[in-house]
């Protein structure tokens, strides 16, 4: 039997169980009938304030953060992957970060493996967008697709992008890397990446939906005709994002499109009382959104 990487997790989840319960692992848990949503613990992204205020009104904004307790200085977001378990469905919604990003993030294959689950258990592979802590843990430090028995789906918008040569010139020097990465793991995926449009059916029940703005082609996913939300980075973090969701935030890429759509899902998220899973939001990122003055408030379902 040839020892890989994959089989000493698999060998290793009777340890990886002792933690199954820690908020480490599987933090959050949703029970919707015959689907099993539970959210999977890849690492936190390490970030300088910059990237949260950027050129936003920084007394008002420091203030927004001091009331949520984000403290002055680096700022840590965690980094939620979304497994949904149905009949013999394993969907992943984002792949993580994997082994070549941040040394605090890639953490994926021991939160699947504490969950006695493999890679090759995952069936579906289905990504909001093309940023490195979403798509780069779908190929593994042997420059090979890490989920090999799975279909990997992606908004043909965001595929195109990423692939589109002229993105490297325009993405702007920050994200330099953003494009290579990306570009190459798309390559990588080769024959295995399939698209999907706006308002497609990208697996029974759950619906995919254009939020473009955080990226030119990034797709959130409505699970069971309002059950459920998966925001992915439309909806960035727990605090600005809400408190002040018109405002232009830098890490978006289109920081006015990405208000618009920030502002229509925390709407319709909070008329419709639907609960929303989003990537960087605090305690496994489930929760819903009430109405709070001109702005929202994030409730952790916590
Ligand atoms: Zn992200």
């Not at 990886?16 to 539970?38: Q, V």
């Not at 994926?108 to 090759?120: I, M, Q, R």
Request: net charge negative; charged share 20%; proline share 6%.
């Amino acid at each position: 039997m040839r020892i890989t990487r994959r089989s000493v997790l698999r060998g290793a989840t009777g340890l990886g169980a002792t933690f199954a319960f820690g908020r480490a692992w599987a933090a959050t848990e949703m029970d919707l009938g015959e689907r099993r949503i539970t959210t999977l613990n890849d690492g936190y992204l390490q970030l300088p304030e910059s990237f949260l205020i950027g050129d936003l009104p920084q007394g008002e904004a420091r203030a927004i953060l001091d009331a949520a307790g984000v403290a002055a200085g680096g700022y840590e977001p965690p980094c939620n992957v979304t497994l949904l378990r149905s009949g013999a469905e394993v969907v992943l919604f984002d792949a993580g970060a994997g082994p070549g990003f941040m040394q605090s993030t890639g953490r994926l294959p021991e939160a699947l493996a504490a969950l006695d689950l493999s890679p090759e258990d995952v069936t579906h592979v289905v990504f909001t967008h093309g940023h490195p802590d979403h798509l780069w843990g779908a190929i593994d430090d042997f420059d090979e697709p890490l989920f090999v028995n799975a279909r990997h789906l992606i908004g043909r918008v965001e595929r195109d992008y990423w692939t589109d040569p002229e993105t490297p010139v325009t993405i702007g020097a920050e994200r330099q890397s953003f494009a290579a990465g990306a570009a190459r793991r798309i390559e990588l995926l080769q024959g295995m990446l399939e698209t999907f449009e706006n308002e497609d059916e990208v697996l029974p029940g759950i619906v995919a939906r254009a939020s473009f703005g955080h990226t030119p082609g990034h797709m959130s996913f409505e699970i069971g005709s309002g059950q459920a939300l998966v925001v992915g980075d439309a909806i960035g973090n727990a605090h600005l994002a809400f408190a002040r969701p018109e405002w232009p935030m830098a890490a978006d890429q289109d920081p006015e499109q990405a208000a618009r759509t920030r502002l229509v899902l925390l709407q319709e998220l909070a008329e419709r009382g639907m609960p929303l899973i989003g990537f960087h939001l605090p305690d496994g990122g489930m929760g819903r959104v009430e109405k709070n003055g001109e702005g929202y408030t994030f409730v952790s379902e916590m």
